[in-house]
């Protein structure tokens, strides 16, 4: 049998050259990105969305402090124009007419839980029982006599009593007219009470009525 012999010599050689090429090799870990990798996507800092401020229920009148919201105030020529075309549609006998200035859950303003239906349907038998064309070419209102009232202004001791069914919002308005009754035959009461309400871009009648 043939023996070999290392010398300690070459073990202490060959120990070296393998701690050499070992750290030679880069580690997986430490070796640079390749100039292909993409950079991370770039996260945006953080925002804090606060919620909109609440706003307060709009009002005719408020005291100046804090934050308040105030209704648009009606103009007297919104509410002439409001009776202007209730007036011009009695004296065209036009039923058409007279329902589409009234908004969806008008009625009588003595009992408004009867509904529209109810009202419309009162005109109906009014115009087949009169002629009411025989009004036209008549003023029957002067815009300077209208009167229209808040819902807050009413009920008080210089205002007109509130109306029972008027809601937040609603325009009480008071129509005298100039003429109600021709060659005897009377057409209407007095004073004609309506109640307005802001509905699409304009005003409808909410509640209409009349009164000696």
């Given amino acids: 049998m043939t023996t070999i012999r290392v010398s300690k010599r070459c073990s202490v050689a060959a120990a070296c050259l393998l701690l050499t090429a070992a750290c030679a090799t880069p580690s997986p870990a430490l070796q640079a990105p390749s100039a292909s990798a ?3 996507p770039r996260r945006p800092d953080a925002v804090v969305v606060e ?3 609440a706003m307060p229920v709009p ?3 408020a005291e100046a402090h804090g934050v308040v919201a105030l209704r648009e105030p009606l103009s007297s020529d919104a509410v002439a124009d409001v009776v202007r075309a209730l007036m011009d ?3 065209r006998e036009s039923l058409e007419a007279l329902g589409a200035l009234l908004t969806p859950d008008a009625g009588p303003i003595e009992a408004r839980g009867r509904g529209k ?3 419309v349907e009162s005109w109906r038998q009014r115009l087949r029982a009169r002629p009411y064309r025989h009004l036209e070419g008549l003023q029957l209102v002067r815009p300077e006599r209208i009167e229209h009232y ?3 202004e009413l009920g008080g001791p210089e205002g007109p009593v509130r109306p029972a069914g008027m809601r937040e919002g609603e325009i009480y308005v008071r129509v005298p007219l100039e003429v109600t009754q021709v060659a005897g035959e009377k057409y209407f009461e007095d004073v004609i009470v309506l109640l307005l ?3 699409e871009g304009g005003y409808k009648i909410a509640a209409y009525g ?3």
Avoid: F, K, M
């Fill in 51 to 53: 919620p909109p401020p």
């Fill in 38 to 40: 993409e950079p991370p």
């Fill in 59 to 61: 009002a005719a009148h």
């Fill in 197 to 199: 309400r802001r509905e």
């Fill in 89 to 91: 549609a009695w004296q």
């Fill in 210 to 212: 009349e009164t000696d």
């Fill in 117 to 119: 239906g109810a009202l």
């Fill in 150 to 152: 808040a819902y807050d």
